[in-house]
T-cell receptor, first 115, second 114 residues
Framework: GAGVSQSPRYKVTKRGQDVALRCDPISGHVSLYWYRQALGQGPEFLTYFNYEAQQDKSGLPNDRFSAERPEGSISTLTIQRTEQRDSAMYRC?????????????FGQGTRLTVV | AQTVTQSQPEMSVQEAETVTLSCTYDTSENNYYLFWYKQPPSRQMILVIRQEAYKQQNATENRFSVNFQKAAKSFSLKISDSQLGDTAMYFCAFMTYNNNDMRFGAGTRLTVKP
């Protein structure tokens, strides 16, 4: 597609339920990033992939959070047994391999609310 | 992992004046990229300016320029002739050259006053 697409845009879930957030990066982009962003704060790193390989998952808050990118394109961030503190905007970004015009392009985000 | 620090949570400037936003970073890498992103109230993330670490010349994009001091690990953004539309959150970001690891600072909220 033309840009990074995230779905759903908004998700309201009950505490204890599992949620899956989807990111469809720009076609051909090698790197895919997941961030969490609270209002008025910077993007907090969660994890990222180069191709299908998860390079760093040190930002995932705990073992309820996981991410995958099995074919090196679409990625899913899964949160199991959601808690109210998981409520936030989850942002995905993608970038091509290093080069003159390297930058990260962001999706519109998924706003997750746990009630 | 790399860290990015923005020490100014909020800044304000009068319209048409100049403002400088600060950013420092910590890395052991020699090659990397630095960015400033703008996030208006719509919460889009918009690239303002990019700097490659191997380039000594500071990047400029119209009214936006950077002061890149590699030895000091400093990367400040100067906005000249500030406009009301520049009001936004500004994030400094770092990306490693070898594996595209990208981290952001906490941001500076800039308000341009008429």
């Amino acid at each position: 597609g033309a840009g990074v697409s995230q779905s759903p845009r908004y998700k309201v879930t009950k505490r204890g339920q599992d949620v899956a957030l989807r990111c469809d990066p720009i076609s051909g982009h090698v790197s895919l990033y997941w961030y969490r962003q609270a209002l008025g704060q910077g993007p907090e790193f969660l994890t990222y992939f180069n191709y299908e390989a998860q390079q760093d998952k040190s930002g995932l808050p705990n073992d309820r959070f996981s991410a995958e990118r099995p074919e090196g394109s679409i990625s899913t961030l899964t949160i199991q047994r959601t808690e109210q503190r998981d409520s936030a905007m989850y942002r995905c970004a993608s970038s091509k391999r290093q080069g003159m015009n390297t930058e990260a392009f962001f999706g519109q985000g998924t706003r997750l609310t746990v009630v | 992992a790399q860290t990015v620090t923005q020490s100014q949570p909020e800044m304000s400037v009068q319209e048409a004046e100049t403002v400088t936003l600060s950013c420092t970073y910590d890395t052991s890498e020699n090659n990397y990229y630095l960015f400033w992103y703008k996030q208006p109230p719509s919460r889009q993330m918009i690239l303002v300016i990019r700097q490659e670490a191997y380039k000594q010349q500071n990047a400029t994009e119209n009214r936006f320029s950077v002061n890149f001091q590699k030895a000091a690990k400093s990367f400040s953004l100067k906005i000249s002739d500030s406009q009301l539309g520049d009001t936004a959150m500004y994030f400094c970001a770092f990306m490693t050259y070898n594996n595209n690891d990208m981290r952001f600072g906490a941001g500076t909220r800039l308000t341009v006053k008429p």
